[in-house]
């Protein structure tokens, strides 16, 4: 069984205090490793798909990197329209279909 | 544009009520999907549909069912039987076959009178 446990539960930083929210996983074999950006009361929005250890993706303030067991989404120099909820998801070579198994989530706070 | 819509936005069940939550798409992808969403707590997979007239359970099907007569819609019924349905509802959908990302609508929010 494919599972996801992201850590914080919560973070709260000053605007340009750089950090990362970490994202453990356990499959058996692993085909995707996506992280989503969630604002309260909003569908996810896709941010990142990263398929092999040592893969590293970024996007404006955002980088993702991925090794063997875990993914980092690190936050430089963040701005408070940064808040949101971060999710994590994988896809397993065993999962039957194109299903996610997700995390419960970062929630990070921006102060300005 | 190109996008995934739900509707409503918010819907209010009675006890005893069956309740259905459209989802439709625009993205010309083949698999879609229905999520549950409680707070504090992760995407959880009701049901999934990689192809036209046919879907799988996922985790949390009990007390939903699901219909794929359309390409572009995969309709989500609350049915009774289902206790506790007070959650945020989330239509997804892809391109099957692995690899590809799920794109989320924005939502549906069910609460019960």
């Known amino acids: 069984e494919d599972q996801v446990t992201q850590s914080p539960e919560a973070l709260r930083l000053q605007e340009g205090e750089s950090s990362s929210l970490n994202c453990s996983y356990t499959v058996s074999g692993l085909r995707g490793l996506f992280w989503y950006r969630q604002d309260p009361g909003k569908g996810p929005e896709f941010l990142f798909t990263l398929y092999s250890a040592g893969e590293e993706k970024e996007k404006e303030r955002l980088k993702a990197t991925l090794t063997k067991k875990e993914s980092f989404l690190h936050i430089t120099a963040p701005k408070p329209e940064d808040s949101a909820t971060y999710l994590c998801?994988?896809?397993?070579?065993?999962?039957?279909?194109?299903?996610?198994?997700f995390g419960e989530g970062t929630q990070l706070t921006v102060n300005p | 544009d190109g996008g995934i819509t739900q509707s409503p936005k918010y819907l209010f069940r009675k006890e005893g009520q069956n309740v259905t939550l459209s989802c439709e798409q625009n993205l010309n992808h083949d698999a879609m999907y229905w999520y549950r969403q409680d707070p504090g707590q992760g995407l959880r997979l009701i049901y999934y549909?990689?192809?036209?007239?046919?879907?799988q359970k996922g985790d949390i099907a009990e007390g939903y069912s699901v219909s794929r007569e359309k390409k572009e819609s995969f309709p989500l019924t609350v049915t009774s039987a289902q206790k506790n349905p007070t959650a945020f509802y989330l239509c997804?959908?892809?391109?099957?076959?692995?690899?590809?990302?799920?794109?989320f609508g924005p939502g549906t929010r069910l609460l019960v009178l």
């Open positions: 997804a959908s892809s391109i099957p076959g692995g690899f590809e990302t799920q794109y």
């Open positions: 998801a994988v896809q397993g070579e065993e999962t039957s279909g194109s299903r996610l198994t």
């Open positions: 549909s990689q192809i036209v007239n046919d879907f």
